[in-house]
Structure formats: C-alpha cells, structure tokens
C-alpha cells in the first residue's frame, strides 16, 4: 500500500519540489493549498496529486483536510514573510505560529507517523561561527522571530505528547522552482544571456544548498524512527561561499566575459560576511550529507532552465527589478 503523505506549502519553492519527489517515492501526496495560491510550480504534476483548497490559520478547515487527506507523514512548508515583499507582521504570525499550531493539532489527533516542518537559518541571526542547534536564538527580523516561536511550539509538543515532529533549519536553498527574483536563478537566467545583474558586496556569504539535497532531509527526518522529541537539524553544506565565489563558479559555467560590477546594487539589511551550517548532528543521526556541491548543483539547475525555455521565459519576466540572496 502507498504511503500517504500531506505537504503544506506545495506551491512553494521547496514544497514543490518536495511534492514531485514523493511522487517519484510511489508516495499518495496530498498538497494543503492556500485558495489564492499561485499554481505555476504545480504545472504537470497536480494531476497525480489530491489537492486541498484550506488556509492554514482556519483550524476547522485544517481539521477536515487533515481527516481526508489520512496521512502517514505531515512536511509542513507553508509561511509568510520569507521574501522581502512580504512583510505583513499580523500575517506571519498568523501563518507561522498559529497556523503552525493548527497543523501540529490536527496532525496530532490523526496520529501521523511523522511530522516534519521547515525552520529557518535565520532563527540563529548573525553569528560569527556556525551555530549548533542548541545554541542561543538571535532572530534578526520578524520573520524569523515568528520562525523560533513556531519551532519552539513544535518542540515543546513533541515532548509534552510524544509527536514524533522534527524542524529543519534550512539555509540558502536553490534549484528548480526557486522563487524568480532571488541571487541563483537571476544569475543563471542573464548568464544565458551572456550578461551579469547588478551586484552588492562581493564577501556577502552565504551556506548554498540544493533543493534535492533538502528533498533528502526532509524524507529522512519523517523515515528514522527513535528521534528526540522536537528534535532540530541544520540543512546546509558546512561550507561558506561568498558572492565573489558564486558570481566567479556561475561565469565558468556559463562561459560569460562580463566583468562584475561590485556596488551597483544597494547592500540589504540581511546582508553579512559570515553565514554558514554546522551539520553535523543530522549527518551524525540521520546520516544525512549533500549529494551536491555548489558547482554541481548549478550546473544541475542550469540544465533544467535550459530544458525548460518555457519556465526561462516566465523567469525572465519576473526579474525587473534587483536579485536577492
């Protein structure tokens, strides 16, 4: 019998690819889908899966898809607040907590094998090392305030009724699908066009992680069995690349002779030097490591604009205006 499984914010980024990788698994997958969701990352799979129309803050609603849907694993993915253009403060809270909070119940009366909820990086804030998952909390917006607050709550409920829920820390994840308006795909899609986009600090850093690699992280979490309650994990490469790096790797790959025009975009707020993963503890429980590193996962993600013109075009619309990290 296929294993059921439900994914909350599969029109998302990393839900979308999440999604497409439990189909390959054999997996019945089950996608909770915001009513207004945007369902271009859905194109060609949302045949194979069973789609519930429910926003997450409505606890009923939650309740009835969840009792529908029957799963055997829970990947919460869905937030608010990840990308600069949202920054409704009642909206993440409403999102990332309490939507978080409705979720962990509903999972919890269904008595899900396995529930697993995607963190963030940014719970740490600036440090100068790379922080085990123990260490003190920093958040440095309030996005990732409402973040802590949701791995906290999953964390909490993990020991007070022996959920089996785990939290992955993501950092700097890219790949296919990733939002159009962010660093990889930016450099990617005018690096086909032998052009480079405006540039900030070259010793920006950043800890990149390709998506698949995340992919893995997540289905190992909800597959090893005797876990801490509420454990947390890092999902990251261990391994620090500046901007200059990145720019540098993407310009071999791609062949191009534009120089980089350091400056000529206006530094963020969330910009830093020092941005990297300590994962070794999901290596050591989970024996979880990268398949990719940078050069290999670019190039990866290369291939797929290449393949896919289509979604290069869609791409190419959407980036009028400066590329994020």
Known sequence: MARRTLVSGASGFVGANLARRLLADGDEVHL???????????????????VHEVDITDREGVDKAMAAARPDWVF?????????????L???????????ANLVAAAARANVQAFVSAGTSS???????????????EPNSDYAVTKAAATMF????????????????????????????????TLIVLGLEARLPPLVNPDVARDYIHVDDACDAFVLA????????????????GTQTTLRDIVATTRRILAVKAEPQWGSMEERSWD??????????????L???????????????????????????????????????
């Open 154 to 185: 999953c964390r909490h409920t993990a020991q007070r009724t022996g959920l089996a829920i785990t939290t992955l820390r993501l950092y700097s994840v890219y790949g296919p699908f990733e939002e159009p308006t962010r660093l990889v795909p």
């Open 222 to 237: 909800a597959a090893t069995d005797k876990q801490d309650p509420g454990v947390v994990y890092n999902v990251g490469s």
């Open 287 to 325: 024996g979880w490591s990268p398949r990719h590193d940078l050069e290999s996962g670019l190039r990866k993600t290369v291939e797929w604009f290449k393949l896919n013109p289509d979604r290069r075009s869609l791409y190419r619309a959407a980036q009028a205006g400066p590329a994020r990290t």
């Open 272 to 285: 830093t030097n020092v941005w990297v993963s300590n994962p070794s503890k999901i290596r050591a429980h």
């Open 76 to 88: 919460h993915l869905a937030a608010h607040g990840a990308y600069p253009t949202q920054k409704d």
């Open 90 to 100: 009642d909206q993440m809270i409403e999102t990332n907590v309490r939507g978080t």
């Open 32 to 50: 909770l889908l915001r009513p207004e969701h945007k369902s271009w990352r859905l194109d060609g799979i949302v045949e194979d899966v069973h």
């Open 123 to 137: 719970e740490y804030g600036y440090k100068d090392h790379a922080p085990a998952e123990d260490e003190w909390l």
